[in-house]
């Protein structure tokens, strides 16, 4: 049986001017892909065979990675159910010759084996913790699973959505190469798109550049294929004082006008000044306190509300048990 160590995989990156905004900064999209790739290569690797994303777990970014900086993102299978694997990942960043390699951030993702009609089937392996520290591991992985699917589960058919009156709108038309084999587009594809959706929706809203400080876990109800349109609306949910919390709904439409419901991501981006630092958000109309709004525009407010208090209390005990290292 193989070890969590025995599955582990690595994948480096360089950063070029093309991967970064106007401050030489990595786009928050492209690091969510590099992660979805790390993490679908060492699942890939570990099924022998083509795996799907189910879901991508809470992503906080530390630490901004810049132009000429290594990134260097590892992966591991860290538990296995009969047809889905949990996959922790960790990404470092460094200046060579400049600095240390850092903590940039981390996520675990869960990933379902496929057949090659592209439905699950069992993985047909299991990782075995070969220590007391790969058993903490896979007890933790295992917790995060039964966790995820009780939140589906109180979900309902469909999640929270973003209100329908989105300040985005985008339609991409998914093409082989969307695909990471067969027809389902690959899930860093979709998630470099979300980023785009929000950063242009966040951009409109505060009138000045941002950049993507988190994204809150996304789950993957439905694939997209080859030649159906990822239509996705973003709109803001919440504000912030120097952030805004946008709401990204992504349907896929198929040929003759068939809908379906992809994800619901919640993605937090930060307003900068023109020296790169975080800078005050315009309120968001008609927040409480400016004439409290009624109905689902309240009942919007509150959920994201709740949704940023949660990110804050995150982030703080990421930052503490970062500094503590």
């Given at each position: 049986?193989?070890?969590?160590?025995?599955?582990?995989?690595?994948?480096?990156?360089?950063?070029?001017?093309?991967?970064?905004?106007?401050?030489?900064?990595?786009?928050?999209?492209?690091?969510?892909?590099?992660?979805?790739?790390?993490?679908?290569?060492?699942?890939?690797?570990?099924?022998?065979?083509?795996?799907?994303?189910?879901?991508?777990?809470?992503?906080?970014?530390?630490?901004?990675?810049?132009?000429?900086?290594?990134?260097?993102?590892?992966?591991q299978v860290e538990y296995v159910g009969r047809s889905s694997m949990?996959?922790?990942?960790?990404?470092?960043?460094?200046?060579?010759?400049?600095?240390?390699?850092?903590?940039?951030?981390?996520?675990?993702?869960?990933?379902?084996?496929?057949?090659?009609?592209?439905?699950?089937?069992?993985?047909?392996?299991?990782?075995?913790?070969?220590?007391?520290?790969?058993?903490?591991?896979?007890?933790?992985?295992?917790?995060?699973?039964?966790?995820?699917?009780?939140?589906?589960?109180?979900?309902?058919?469909?999640?929270?959505?973003?209100?329908?009156?989105?300040g985005t709108h985008l339609a991409h038309l998914v093409t082989p190469?969307?695909?990471?084999?067969?027809?389902?587009?690959?899930?860093?594809?979709?998630?470099?798109?979300?980023?785009?959706?929000?950063?242009?929706?966040?951009?409109?809203?505060?009138?000045?550049?941002?950049?993507?400080?988190?994204?809150?876990?996304?789950?993957?109800?439905?694939?997209?294929?080859?030649?159906?349109?990822?239509?996705?609306?973003?709109?803001?949910?919440?504000?912030?004082?120097?952030?805004?919390?946008?709401?990204?709904?992504?349907?896929?439409?198929?040929?003759?006008?068939?809908?379906?419901?992809?994800?619901?991501?919640?993605?937090?981006?930060?307003?900068?000044?023109?020296?790169?630092?975080?800078?005050?958000?315009?309120?968001?109309?008609?927040?409480?306190?400016?004439?409290?709004?009624?109905?689902?525009?309240?009942?919007?407010?509150?959920?994201?509300?709740?949704?940023?208090?949660?990110?804050?209390?995150?982030?703080?005990?990421?930052?503490?048990?970062?500094?503590?290292?």
């Open positions: 049986m193989p070890t969590i160590a025995d599955t582990r995989f690595q994948m480096v990156q360089l950063v070029f001017p093309e991967h970064a905004n106007p401050y030489g900064t990595l786009y928050g999209g492209r690091m969510m892909s590099w992660i979805a790739t790390a993490g679908t290569l060492a699942a890939s690797r570990f099924a022998h065979g083509l795996v799907v994303l189910g879901a991508m777990d809470d992503l906080d970014f530390l630490t901004p990675v810049r132009v000429g900086e290594i990134v260097t993102i590892d992966a949990e996959v922790g990942v960790a990404v470092q960043s460094e200046a060579p010759g400049r600095s240390a390699p850092g903590r940039t951030t981390s996520s675990h993702l869960a990933f379902i084996a496929l057949d090659d009609h592209e439905r699950p089937r069992p993985v047909g392996v299991a990782v075995t913790p070969a220590s007391s520290a790969e058993a903490a591991v896979h007890e933790a992985a295992a917790a995060r699973k039964a966790a995820r699917l009780a939140r589906v589960e109180a979900y309902g058919a469909e999640p929270p959505m973003v209100p329908p009156a989105a190469e969307d695909a990471f084999s067969g027809t389902l587009m690959f899930a860093g594809k979709l998630l470099a798109l979300l980023d785009e959706a929000a950063a242009i929706t966040a951009t409109r809203y505060a009138r000045g550049p941002v950049v993507t400080a988190s994204l809150d876990t996304v789950y993957f109800y439905n694939p997209l294929r080859v030649g159906e349109i990822a239509d996705i609306a973003a709109a803001v949910t919440f504000v912030s004082r120097t952030s805004a919390e946008i709401g990204v709904r992504v349907d896929g439409e198929r040929v003759g006008g068939d809908r379906h419901h992809t994800c619901t991501a919640y993605l937090t981006m930060v307003h900068l000044d023109d020296a790169g630092r975080p800078t005050p958000m315009p309120p968001l109309a008609a927040t409480p306190g400016e004439g409290r709004p009624e109905g689902d525009a309240r009942r919007y407010w509150l959920a994201g509300a709740m949704r940023t208090r949660a990110r804050k209390e995150r982030v703080a005990a990421l930052r503490a048990g970062h500094d503590a290292h």
